[in-house]
């Protein structure tokens, strides 16, 4: 098997990132980083005067099979970290091999938001991905999950291929939300027809925000929201992804001021 970072015919590329932020002379920096292959984070932003805006980038543009991306994220000493990325992630139609995504965010007792853009997952995609959200007990998180299942605008709906897409909050080494969703060509139960679903996650909600989020009225999205263990969770439908990311964003920009005390300060890619 390649090592992390390098390709083969065989196994696809192999990238990993680790990042670790800390506050520091009045801000929040990366004071720790590695990275092996095609996986990078760029310079960072500070629109906000404190808070870290970083971008995570994967500069070939697409995930084939065989590929394995491994994304490990650590916030500590008060640090508030908002993370993103310039564009969609594309996982491309799979030669039979199986590509693998695997993302660790953890928070110790610290700020952490992840507003990542869309997943495409083009017809005879098959890919495995794991997202784990790791809170320690004064942690507060946002976050948000998009997937388009197919190319709905170019009328190539995700007929063929298999998905395999894992969820997790854990709070103080407690599960708090383990989601796991399994789509097949053949098999899309529950979906209603929709070629794109998202989930958005905030913690520690109350009851107030999830009435403020049922008060906002988003258009061309279907939209369910629930309090359990206080973890807000706003599950989204649409035809397109599109619909999906700007009801997440006025969700974010209502759910801010009142989980972080910020308002809403969109990263700068967004507008690009």
């Not at 932020?21 to 984070?41: C, E, K």
């Not at 000493?77 to 799979?94: G, I, M, N, V």
């Not at 170019?154 to 897409?165: A, T």
């Not at 999205?221 to 990311?245: F, M, N, S, Y």
Request: hydrophobic share 40%; glycine share 8%; proline share 7%.
């Amino acid at each position: 098997m390649s090592a992390i970072g390098e390709q083969s015919p065989t196994s696809g590329w192999r990238a990993q990132l680790e990042l670790t932020f800390a506050r520091a002379a009045g801000r929040t920096r990366i004071v720790a980083r590695q990275h092996r292959g095609p996986l990078l984070v760029q310079r960072p932003f500070y629109p906000e005067g404190d808070v870290c805006h970083a971008y995570i980038v994967h500069p070939p543009g697409g995930v084939v099979g065989g590929d394995e991306l491994h994304l490990h994220v650590e916030t500590k000493d008060e640090a508030h970290a908002l993370l993103t990325t310039p564009a969609a992630a594309k996982f491309y139609r799979s030669d039979g091999r199986t590509a693998r995504q695997e993302q660790i965010l953890r928070a110790d007792d610290t700020t952490l938001e992840w507003l990542p853009q869309e997943s495409i997952f083009y017809p005879q995609a098959r890919v495995r991905s794991l997202t784990r959200i790791e809170l320690g007990s004064r942690a507060r998180f946002i976050g948000w999950e998009i997937a388009c299942l197919g190319l709905p605008a170019r009328k190539q709906p995700f007929d063929s291929g298999e998905l395999r897409l894992h969820l997790e909050l854990w709070a103080e080494g407690a599960p708090l939300l383990i989601d796991r969703l399994r789509i097949s060509g053949d098999t899309r139960w529950g979906l209603g027809g929709h070629e794109s679903i998202g989930t958005l996650l905030a913690y520690p909600a109350t009851r107030a925000m999830v009435d403020a989020v049922r008060n906002l009225q988003p258009q061309g999205v279907e939209l369910g929201v629930t309090l359990v263990d206080k973890v807000l969770v706003c599950r989204a439908l649409a035809a397109q992804a599109e619909p999906i990311k700007r009801a997440f964003i006025e969700i974010w920009q209502t759910l801010r001021p009142l989980l972080l005390d910020r308002p809403a300060v969109p990263p700068r890619i967004w507008a690009t």
